[in-house]
């Protein structure tokens, strides 16, 4: 999934989410709500940050949840933010991603 958000692939990113899932900030509000709401909302900040990139610095799986380490830049040579997802899955797609910042 990395792979298709550093490419701003928003459609082959959401086909990764069940049609239920959203994006959150971590035990709040949801930024995104449903996998055509995720698919909108990245195409939209991709438009806004086009050369939006995420390096994963470690990651972690335990049980159903991943949690990905990442370091986030809008463009190059810019400023960076870190940030912690929480991914939880029904099956083998994404239902819900928490982020803490």
Do not use: W
Request: negative net charge; aromatic residues 10%.
């Amino acid at each position: 999934m990395i792979a298709l958000y550093n490419a701003q692939d928003a459609d082959g990113y959401g086909e990764h989410m069940t049609d239920a899932a959203c994006e959150a900030t971590y035990r709040g509000a949801v930024i995104r709500d449903g996998k055509e709401g995720v698919r909108s909302g990245l195409k939209a900040m991709f438009a806004q940050f086009p050369q939006n990139k995420a390096e994963i610095l470690r990651s972690y799986v335990l049980g159903e949840a991943v949690v990905l380490h990442e370091d986030v830049s809008r463009a190059p040579d810019g400023e960076t933010f870190e940030v912690m997802s929480i991914y939880s899955f029904v099956g083998d797609k994404v239902d819900r991603v928490e982020f803490i910042r």
